[in-house]
């Protein structure tokens, strides 16, 4: 069984910054990618940023690049995402989003976090 976590959400003002985390955890045998995305009320799920295993480089949604940048910490299955000068328009659900192979599973698959809110606001 794996399972995905969020933690770290949370009200910040306008200009502030936010720490996310993801933790992984269960019978993990391999990452292929972790990643997030948001909901924003009355809107669909839309996809932030993704940080793959055994790349150099993370990719980011538009709307973030700049502003956010995630991480990851392999040793612990957990990747991080750094939100600074946060923005209204960032006020959002906030859901990990991790592709793994399971222990004995013969290929990767999606798993999901219950997400954690972050409202940007004055």
């Known amino acids: 069984q794996v399972q995905v976590v969020e933690s770290g959400g949370g009200l910040v003002q306008p200009g502030g910054s936010l720490r996310l985390s993801c933790a992984a955890s269960?019978?993990?045998?391999?990452?292929?990618?972790m990643g997030w995305y948001r909901q924003a009320p009355g809107k669909q799920r839309e996809w932030v940023a993704t940080i793959i295993t055994g790349a150099t480089e993370s990719n980011y949604a538009d709307s973030v690049k700049g502003r956010f940048t995630v991480s990851r910490d392999s040793a612990r299955n957990t990747i991080y995402l750094q939100m600074n000068t946060l923005k209204p328009e960032d006020t959002a659900v906030y859901y990990c989003?991790?592709?793994?192979?399971?222990?004995?599973?013969?290929?990767?698959?999606?798993?999901w976090g219950q997400g954690t809110q972050v409202t940007v606001s004055s």
């Open positions: 269960g019978s993990i045998f391999s990452i292929v990618a």
């Open positions: 989003n991790a592709n793994i192979q399971a222990s004995g599973a013969p290929y990767a698959k999606e798993y």
